[in-house]
């Protein structure tokens, strides 16, 4: 168990580099995240034909696990949309809601009872984002984006969670790699259409910045974010990575010159967010103990 939380940690440190290439990257939100699911489903077939895993899946499975890849192409392209529209900050903060959409539709979807004790560290949780980020009007569509960012990948985590308990999480993020591919590349042109742009082939530096991403931001996140998922609840994963915008948004400060006021409350908040990961950490851990 404490091998898994450490993963998930690791898996939360890289996270953290999202939202910087997405800033990095001068493509729109659609291409960059285009490019990301393409260039990480061919180091996944890379990855999966030189380990030679075994693959028994069928094609009705195949398409199940696919589908569910769309959940997060599509979190990705609001969520890189949400940080060109505002800033990394308000980007990776807006994420920190995906618990709190955990929370809510978890006991929808599976048909159980509401947790109080999740609401409750989302209501926490919320309160730190509140605190750290006063929401300004100015940034208001970044806003938006990234609250339904925030939402679908909610969706993703409760789903993948299934297909990790059946599935090698190498051949479900490949699966989910060529589903999300193949699906912006039908939607690309309606895309570009209402969003032209002057090239769709990335310049050099943002081709290095793109197979970074998706070698250590897609392919070892979500493959450590799959393993976790085997031992540790979709809602504590979702509450965890609120860390995710602590380690952002002080890279965005130290090399973005983001100028947002580090004072009080930002302490205040970081500790609230701290806490309820701390908190559905230590109730998870308990939980698991009495299994």
Known sequence: ??????????????????GVFGKLITLNEGLLTFYRVLFSAVIL????RFLKIS????????????????????????????????????GVICYCLTSFFTAVFKPIIDRT???????????????????????????????????????????YTIYNERLVQFYDSRL???????SGS?????????YLYFFPVETV????????????????CTVGLYVLFAEVLKKIPAFTVNLTFNLEPIYAIVI?????NESKSVNTSFYVGILFIISSVALQTYTSSKEKSLD
């Open 1 to 18: 168990m404490k091998n898994s939380y450490f993963l998930l940690h690791l898996a939360v440190f890289l996270a953290g580099f999202t």
């Open 45 to 48: 077939f890379i990855i999966v």
């Open 55 to 90: 693959n028994d899946t069928t094609n009705s499975e195949k398409k199940s696990i696919g589908t569910i890849g769309i959940l997060i192409t599509v979190h990705w392209v609001f969520f890189y949309a949400s940080i060109k529209y505002s800033n990394i900050s308000i």
């Open 113 to 155: 009872k509401f947790r109080f004790t999740e609401l409750l560290l989302s209501a926490l949780t919320l309160a730190g984002i509140s605190l750290i980020f006063h929401f300004d009007t100015s940034y208001q569509l970044g806003i938006i984006l990234g609250v339904i960012s925030s939402a679908f990948a909610a969706l």
């Open 172 to 178: 479900i993020n490949y699966y989910q790699m060529i």
């Open 182 to 190: 193949a699906f912006l590349l039908l939607l690309l042109p309606f």
């Open 201 to 216: 082939i990335p310049n050099l530096s943002d081709t290095i910045y793109l197979i970074l991403l998706a070698l250590f």
């Open 252 to 256: 965005a400060f130290l090399f973005f």
